[in-house]
């Protein structure tokens, strides 16, 4: 499932990027939980609550159906 996950952020790291921001993957739970880190000015930016949730999780969970929940680190 890492290998799923890993190629789904590869397609949201662009636009991510673009605005200055990038996301790093740090752990894949047994249990569905995605972990990650992110970085650059979305480290910082008020909105990557939203970030994290509406657009990585709803894309993961899309592209990899065995994601329960993304979450920062």
Partial sequence: MREKVEAALNMIKPILQADGGN???VDV???GIVKVKLTGACGSCPMSQMTLKMGIEQTLKK???EVKEVISV
């Fill in 63 to 65: 592209e990899v159906p």
């Fill in 29 to 31: 739970t047994s249990d």
């Fill in 23 to 25: 996301v790093e993957l």
